[in-house]
């Protein structure tokens, strides 16, 4: 952790190739990742849907949406994420591809 107050969490993360942050949610606030460095594959929902993420780039998980991300590069993917407020509270989220199929 970098920082907090009332308002915000701020979090500096290194992802390491190969390596993961898992789907989770946050119930009550929203989180705002700006990447410095790498790339990734960043999750939108627990059926396991990405987009790309590249240095430069601004995403925003609104309350209670699902995210995370899986670094596809071969350098560590760097960003700063700023969840607001503080107390938004992190879920994990399994996704439906990892359930037992029935």
Known sequence: MVAKS???VVVAWQVEPG???PTHIHPNG???WTVFSGKGDY???D?????PIVAG???IAQS???HGVFNSGDQPL???SIVTPANAGHQAIVLKESLPRQ
């Open 57 to 59: 780039d601004v995403v």
């Open 43 to 45: 999750y939108l929902d």
């Open 30 to 32: 929203q989180d705002t």
């Open 47 to 51: 059926a396991g849907t990405t987009q």
């Open 78 to 80: 760097t960003f700063i």
């Open 64 to 66: 209670g949406q699902v």
């Open 6 to 8: 009332p308002e915000a």
């Open 19 to 21: 390596q993961s942050i």
